[in-house]
């Protein structure tokens, strides 16, 4: 083993409240290699689930945790490695009833259908039939009455789907999958959408079925959760797996090493603050209330890059979003540059002063079919012309500008995005974000899905940016979009938790976005 790499395999035993943990795996899976393209999102993968456990897997973002459920629910065959369920092969892909008896994952996002009922939800494909092959719907209640009450969930089989909140959703979720036969469950950031009563409950119920003999595959970006609930922990970085370990036995200081790779006992390199403390401030936000985020103020200076960090689920993207007006707060002030902008308006936001690269290029980064030069002067057409006209011959020429700005590689602006590689679209989402001298730059994920050379090529104009005197708002989870700032701020289930600045350990960052106490 290499780069850090540690397993732990500890020998079958009992847990601590008694679960039985002999007999084979309730799923194995060894040497998963799977590859997408030139990308390897499975390097060697491994893990192994013994009955009664929950176990938890957990890793950064890219680690290789979505693509191994894909192959442990069957939705994709690995390029090699094998997968085994309860010492037996897995199914054939195309068996999928024999993969619904042998696992099932509840996702972040519900595939519960809202325009039926829960009984409808429960059984659907699967009705019964009278005569004339009408559907039995009396029985299917009863069956579906009978099915919740065997698991424990007080809802109304009658009840239309849509009414159902997050945490009923899950139950019934996880009741339907127990129908099929499987008794081994993924849990697909389960917390993400609950509040602290909720989530105990769903802690409650886990344990619950794990007494009945349930086996639960448990994936969070709240290690705090990890400790609470689950009795192993496999770590996956880099696509490999890195760690297997009994929770009780792994500090909180080691399990986030593990994430983050030896390296991370290394101080990041310091760049020098263009903060310009007596200019007005390119941000300032009071007191923002949102449906995921709670009392959240902070500024940004002239000339400063404050990173804005946070798990998928600690409501930092949606405060970024408000800033530019593709959110509106329910309470609180956002001031650019000095200007109070219309809440929920890009316009007004842009006008202040903001300058923004959203989260999803592909939906809303660009329009594929335009030109360069079109997609890069959207925000702009007030230099494009005057009186409702625009000059063709202006649009390209400032689009000329833009492309040797940002390195662009094109054999000219009319060429339509579309075209371009990965790394080339997010340079043009990024020249129009430049293209009005912003007072302040809001950037959300600013390298995803971008290869190593563009990643490195823009954030080095994010740096030359702020040097101009322009504050830079980083929203992100990726570290390499974090090592620039100034200062980072921490956002933890709806609230700023804490503040870091510059010359963080990678360990302490993470420790924080992942609600980690290291010291516990």
Same mark, same amino acid.
């Given at each position: %083993?290499?780069?850090?790499?540690?397993?732990?395999?500890?020998?079958?035993?009992?847990?601590?409240?008694?679960?039985?943990?002999?007999?084979?795996p309730?799923?194995?899976?060894?040497?998963?290699?799977?590859?997408?393209?030139?990308?390897?999102?499975?390097?060697?993968?491994?893990? *192994?689930?013994?009955?009664?456990?929950?176990?938890?897997?957990?890793?950064?973002?890219?680690? #290789?945790?979505?693509?191994?459920?894909? &192959? @442990?629910?069957?939705?994709?065959?690995?390029?090699?490695?094998? &997968?085994?369920?309860?010492?037996?092969?897995?199914?054939?892909?195309?068996?999928?009833?024999?993969?619904?008896?042998?696992?099932?994952?509840?996702?972040?996002?519900?595939?519960?259908?809202?325009? =039926?009922?829960?009984?409808?939800?429960?059984?659907?494909?699967?009705?019964?039939?009278?005569? #004339?092959?009408?559907?039995?719907?009396?029985?299917?209640?009863?069956?579906?009455?009978?099915? @919740?009450?065997?698991?424990?969930?007080?809802?109304?089989?009658? *009840?239309?789907a849509?009414?159902?909140?997050?945490?009923?959703?899950?139950?019934?979720?996880?009741?339907?999958?127990?129908?099929?036969?499987?008794?081994?469950?993924?849990?697909?950031?389960?917390?993400?959408?609950?509040d602290?009563?909720?989530?105990?409950?769903?802690?409650?119920?886990?344990?619950?079925?794990?007494?009945?003999?349930?086996?639960?595959?448990?994936?969070?970006?709240?290690l705090?959760?990890?400790?609470?609930?689950?009795? %192993?922990?496999t770590?996956?970085?880099?696509?490999?797996?890195?760690?297997?370990?009994?929770?009780?036995?792994?500090?909180?200081?080691?399990?986030?090493?593990?994430?983050? #790779?030896?390296?991370?006992?290394?101080?990041?390199?310091?760049?020098?603050?263009?903060?310009d403390?007596?200019?007005?401030?390119?941000?300032?936000?009071?007191?923002?209330?949102?449906?995921t985020?709670?009392?959240?103020?902070?500024?940004? #200076?002239?000339?400063?890059?404050?990173?804005?960090?946070?798990?998928?689920?600690?409501?930092?993207?949606?405060?970024?979003?408000?800033?530019?007006?593709?959110?509106?707060?329910?309470?609180?002030?956002?001031?650019?540059?000095?200007?109070?902008?219309?809440?929920?308006?890009?316009?007004?936001?842009?006008?202040?002063g903001?300058?923004? &690269?959203?989260?999803?290029?592909?939906?809303?980064?660009?329009?594929?079919d %335009?030109?360069?030069?079109?997609?890069?002067?959207?925000?702009?057409?007030?230099?494009?012309?005057?009186?409702?006209? @625009?000059?063709?011959? *202006?649009?390209?020429?400032?689009?000329?500008?833009?492309?040797?700005?940002?390195?662009?590689?094109?054999?000219?602006?009319?060429?339509?995005?579309?075209?371009?590689?990965?790394?080339?679209?997010?340079?043009?989402?990024?020249?129009?974000?430049?293209?009005?001298?912003?007072?302040?730059?809001? =950037?959300?994920?600013?390298?995803?899905?971008?290869?190593?050379?563009?990643?490195?090529?823009?954030?080095?104009?994010?740096?030359?940016?702020? !040097?101009?005197?322009?504050?830079?708002?980083?929203?992100?989870?990726?570290?390499?979009?974090l090592?620039?700032? !100034?200062?980072? =701020?921490?956002?933890?289930?709806?609230?700023?938790?804490?503040?870091?600045?510059?010359?963080?350990?990678?360990?302490?960052?993470?420790?924080? %976005?992942?609600?980690?106490?290291?010291?516990?």
């Amino acid at each position: %083993m290499s780069d850090g790499e540690r397993a732990v395999t500890p020998a079958p035993a009992p847990a601590d409240d008694g679960r039985a943990q002999s007999g084979p795996p309730v799923v194995e899976a060894t040497g998963i290699v799977k590859r997408f393209g030139q990308t390897v999102a499975l390097n060697g993968a491994r893990i *192994t689930i013994r009955p009664g456990e929950t176990h938890a897997l957990v890793g950064r973002n890219g680690a #290789g945790k979505s693509t191994l459920v894909s &192959v @442990l629910t069957g939705l994709q065959a690995p390029d090699e490695g094998t &997968v085994t369920f309860g010492g037996a092969a897995a199914p054939r892909l195309a068996d999928r009833d024999a993969w619904r008896s042998q696992v099932a994952c509840v996702y972040q996002k519900s595939t519960i259908i809202p325009t =039926l009922t829960v009984a409808e939800n429960l059984f659907l494909n699967r009705h019964q039939h009278g005569r #004339g092959r009408l559907i039995t719907w009396q029985g299917m209640r009863r069956r579906a009455q009978e099915l @919740l009450t065997t698991w424990s969930v007080d809802v109304d089989p009658q *009840t239309m789907a849509g009414e159902l909140d997050v945490e009923q959703r899950q139950f019934v979720e996880i009741a339907r999958a127990l129908s099929f036969g499987a008794r081994f469950i993924i849990l697909d950031e389960p917390t993400a959408q609950l509040d602290a009563a909720a989530i105990s409950r769903l802690f409650d119920r886990i344990r619950d079925l794990q007494q009945q003999g349930v086996t639960f595959l448990f994936i969070s970006h709240h290690l705090q959760e990890i400790y609470e609930i689950c009795d %192993m922990v496999t770590v996956f970085r880099d696509a490999r797996h890195i760690l297997t370990a009994p929770v009780a036995e792994l500090p909180h200081v080691d399990l986030v090493s593990a994430m983050t #790779g030896e390296a991370a006992a290394d101080s990041t390199e310091v760049r020098a603050s263009s903060l310009d403390s007596a200019a007005t401030a390119a941000l300032d936000i009071s007191g923002l209330h949102g449906e995921t985020y709670q009392d959240v103020s902070f500024k940004v #200076g002239a000339g400063e890059i404050v990173g804005l960090a946070g798990a998928a689920s600690s409501g930092r993207t949606e405060v970024a979003e408000t800033v530019v007006g593709l959110r509106a707060a329910t309470a609180g002030q956002v001031r650019i540059a000095g200007t109070l902008p219309r809440s929920g308006s890009v316009p007004a936001a842009l006008k202040a002063g903001a300058g923004f &690269v959203p989260q999803d290029r592909h939906h809303q980064g660009y329009v594929p079919d %335009m030109s360069i030069a079109d997609n890069a002067t959207l925000s702009v057409p007030h230099r494009l012309g005057s009186n409702g006209f @625009l000059s063709n011959r *202006t649009r390209d020429r400032l689009a000329e500008g833009m492309i040797e700005n940002l390195a662009i590689k094109t054999p000219g602006p009319e060429l339509p995005v579309s075209a371009l590689s990965g790394g080339n679209q997010q340079k043009v989402v990024m020249a129009r974000a430049l293209a009005d001298d912003p007072k302040l730059l809001v =950037l959300i994920n600013p390298t995803a899905g971008v290869d190593v050379r563009s990643k490195e090529f823009l954030l080095g104009k994010v740096e030359e940016t702020a !040097d101009t005197g322009t504050g830079v708002l980083i929203a992100s989870d990726e570290l390499d979009d974090l090592r620039m700032c !100034d200062r980072i =701020l921490v956002m933890f289930q709806g609230r700023v938790t804490s503040e870091i600045n510059r010359g963080w350990h990678d360990h302490d960052l993470v420790a924080a %976005m992942e609600g980690v106490d290291l010291d516990a």
